[in-house]
């Protein structure tokens, strides 16, 4: 599976931006970036995807390096809602949508 | 918006017993996944289904574990016969397009139990 490396936990205060990492040095050409998060007692929620440029949508930014061996997520306004484990996954063609999570890492938010 | 369901929420067993777990996907999708996390544990990949198929299966997908689409709208996960190590949330999951760019939406799951 692709590998991906993201710190065991981080925290944020409410109203403050936090800026998830994701280290993926062995990221392949065709490989797309993407973030999940799974709140308390939850399924897996889809957050943002990209492959080379700057994503944005509703819920987040993703910030991707220019050599493509890392990226962050940006929540740009954190609530409590957002506490939850986010995950960093790439997805490769030959696994045909088969999706390998890690341990994620776990965002607590602070009021 | 639409979004997957699975029932039961919850599922008490015994060893040895069937269980069918049910999911019913977002209505135009077209591939169908299951995955499980044993508590505190990571989310780990089944099986994946498309046109009445098994697409790709884990090492974890063994011959006690079938999964089917009976009608339109139902997709089942089968465990043939349960044991201890069963015990896990088993998430449905679905999307609208296979590979590097699909996205998967997932159910709440369901918690199987088993004694």
């Known amino acids: 599976d692709a590998k991906t490396t993201q710190p065991n936990s981080m925290e944020s205060n409410e109203e403050e931006p936090v800026h998830l990492p994701c280290n993926h040095s062995?990221?392949?050409?065709?490989?797309?970036i993407h973030w999940y998060r799974q709140l308390p007692s939850q399924g897996p929620e889809y957050v943002i995807h990209?492959?080379?440029s700057n994503v944005n949508n509703r819920m987040a930014s993703l910030a991707i390096a220019e050599d493509r061996k890392s990226s962050t997520l940006i929540l740009h306004r954190a609530t409590l809602r957002d506490a939850a484990v986010y995950y960093c996954?790439?997805?490769?063609?030959?696994?045909?949508?088969?999706?390998?999570f890690g341990r994620g890492t776990q965002l607590t938010v602070w009021p | 918006e639409p979004e997957v369901t699975q029932t039961p929420s919850h599922q008490v067993t015994q060893m040895g017993q069937e269980v069918i777990l049910r999911c019913v996907p977002i209505s135009n999708h077209l591939y169908f996944y299951w995955y499980r996390q044993i508590l505190g544990q990571k989310v780990e990949f089944l099986v994946s289904?498309?046109?009445?198929?098994?697409?790709?299966k884990s090492e974890i997908f063994d011959d006690q574990f079938s999964v089917e689409r009976p009608d339109g709208s139902n997709f089942t996960l089968k465990i043939r016969s349960t044991k201890l190590e069963d015990s896990a949330m088993y998430f449905c999951a679905s999307s609208d397009l296979v590979g590097w760019t699909d996205t998967q939406y997932f159910g709440p799951g369901t918690r199987l139990t088993v004694l």
């Open positions: 062995t990221i392949s050409g065709t490989d797309y």
């Open positions: 996954i790439l997805s490769r063609g030959s696994t045909l949508g088969r999706l390998y």
């Open positions: 289904f498309y046109n009445n198929e098994i697409s790709e």
């Open positions: 990209g492959l080379t």
